[in-house]
């Protein structure tokens, strides 16, 4: 089985803006954020993102324009020789036709991952900056680690999480 570091996006991957990040040129990735999680990748563990994009069904922005952003968030790991595995996003919004089972903090996504790269949730840990990632976690039998918006991941912080036994809430 697979091991994996589930990460939320804004605030975590890129700048938060605190909206939907609906131009290319508001796409600021937080390289500083890299390092540390190349680290991880060199360990063995799958860098999926996971992340909430309502303002597709809101029409903010398009799915096209949504690719060139996770493309551009791909190329800056592989230009410091790590990847991102997958990326999972919601494009639905719950004032557009209704719940969906993938909107954190429902945990669809988390398990669609699970099951598509045979993780082992007990070995992965989702990293977000809101209590619904961490919530989308717990639902998956993931630990969670939340930080705040923009915050550097700490490899420590990641390691000894890692090593706890499993129980719903953040660290
Ligand atoms: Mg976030
Ligand atoms: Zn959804």
Known sequence: MNKAIFLDRDGVL???IYDYICRVEDFKILEYQIPVLKRLYDEGFL?????NQGGIALKRYSEQELAIMHQ????????????????????HHPTVGG???CRKPAS???????????????????????????ESAN?????????EPDE??????????LSL???VGSF
């Open 14 to 16: 890129n700048h938060e």
């Open 47 to 51: 860098l999926i993102v996971i992340t």
């Open 72 to 91: 551009m968030l791909r190329n800056a790991f592989v230009a410091k020789g790590a990847d991102i595995a997958g990326f999972y996003y919601c494009p």
């Open 99 to 101: 719940e969906c089972k």
């Open 108 to 134: 669809g996504m988390i398990l669609d991952a699970i099951d598509m790269y045979d993780i082992d949730p007990a070995q992965s840990v989702m990293i977000g900056d809101k209590p619904r990632d961490v």
């Open 139 to 147: 639902g998956a039998g993931v630990k969670g680690i939340l930080i």
């Open 152 to 161: 550097q991941i700490s490899y420590d912080k990641v390691k000894e999480v």
């Open 165 to 167: 036994e499993f129980k």
